[in-house]
């Protein structure tokens, strides 16, 4: 499963993606006949988050639970929850086009439905701007629940309202 | 896909040879290929492959992934007598050659047909038989091609799958694979060898954000198209500043991917400078690409800007192919137009490092 940790992925895009990249095929010969006829699976690739910052650095604190942690809004600015229904493969976290940093592996049996917090500070101190050092702390609370739509808990940055009228 | 090619000597005395040459002039019609059999592993030709006809030598079709030619020989068999040449046995016969790769595969495959279309004297009963190997790069997997007895109207097929040795994360290996086929008619002692060169190919494992090895046609240049409808500012932006002279629209000079992470925040921060204010719900978007060479620092030259961008720019704007463009379009439109690059474009035809790409507004 995804390792909770402290994590420093690249923000890009004003995004954070999560993605999962299925195992490698066991047989690419038979992969790469198998291809003609389907087509080439995509990873899976969802927004974990919007940032402030056009791209740079930010810090990610991740929590993997068993059941829904009890909001603690006063300290963050920012608070949103989103579903996601997670395969199985590799998991890694960044912006767009960048080098993603590396989350763990989800196995056959970890696969399903999930519930995503975010919780975030800081988006308002460089909107849309290039940084080169951490401005934004984010918290990725999942625990596994069957999907329902997006929820805003909290928004109080200018940053933070804007993408909490957004979410999808 | 490089046409075969095979030396042609005439015979010695008493002697029987075989030699092949291009057909020199091809017929301008379509042909349609009989159907190829499914011999074990060996896929169907594609359709827009058949659909091409007979080529060229040297003259290929190809997409990211894949590449086929079809090309015309004929075969002769000679017999020199009393110091008399002549030619005993004539095969006409088509080969193409039809070469595969993978978004996410380390795998190569390529395989070749023979399809005789007449066969007449000594030729009936010729013999093909193939073997094939990769260039560079790589490691050579399984080949089919066993002896077969060449009838007309009948293909007969061999399929050669090749593994790229550019696996480790960064690397990237520039290879391709040959079929040496040998054609042999029953009355001769000699044999005539075809060489069937494949088109470059680029295997890496070097776009960011997966960790996957795929391989493609390089010579191919990859473009995502926007609807200008779905992408309201974004694409407006892109269409005006490439008909302002900028490049990388559909036809024209390419934009070409830069990875550099010091070098994009350098374009994007010399486009979009803190000094320039970001209206509410608005955000700076820079083209080209701070992703692309063609940036504004990495590429060069001054902004400019278009009356609706809400953005004043100090000094003449620039025109022409050097410089960029700056304006300020709708804030989720610009996150997601720049994920869907890299989910759209840059992941499934891989895109790595300097590769050419293009961008079409709809």
Known sequence: ?168 | MKAPTAACLPPSEGESAVCITPTKNPPTHLKKNPQVPTLMTVQPVPEWCRQAGVMAPNQYMASRFEACGNWEYTLRVTQTQNGVTTVTGVMEFTVTGFHYGSQNLPTVAHQVTIIPSSMTGTAVGTTAVGTASCSTNCTNGTTSFGTQVLQTGQAASGEFFYNTTATAAGSVGATGSTWNLTLKAPTSSAASTLTSVSAAVRCDTAVPGISSTGCVVPGITPYINYDGATWGGFGAHVKAAQLSGLPGALGGLPLHRLTDTALRDANRAKACPTSLPRPAGYSCDEYPFASTIEGAYTGGGTARTLPWCQVALQGTPSTGPTGYSVCMIDANTNSAAGSVLNSALFVPKRVINGDAFNVHIS
């Open chain 1, 1 to 168: 499963m995804i390792i909770s940790g402290v994590y420093a992925p690249r923000a890009a895009e004003q995004a954070v993606e999560l993605v999962v990249e299925p195992v490698p095929a066991a047989d690419p010969v038979v992969a790469l006949q198998a291809s003609r006829a389907g087509g080439t699976q995509q990873p899976f690739r969802t927004t974990l988050f919007h940032t402030g910052i056009s791209s740079g650095p930010i810090s990610m604190t991740v929590n993997v639970l068993d059941a829904p942690p009890e909001p603690a809004l006063e300290e963050w600015e920012d608070v949103h929850e989103v579903s996601a229904s997670l395969p199985a493969g590799r998991a890694a976290a960044g912006g767009p086009m960048e080098e993603l940093t590396a989350l763990g592996a989800i196995e056959d049996d970890e696969s399903g439905d999930y519930r995503i917090r975010v919780s975030a500070a800081g988006r308002d101190r460089a909107p849309d701007l290039v940084t080169a050092t951490v401005v934004e702390h984010y918290l990725v609370q999942l625990w596994p629940e069957s999907v329902s739509p997006p929820r805003v808990l909290s928004a109080v940055s200018e940053q933070g309202k804007y993408w909490a009228a957004r979410l999808a």
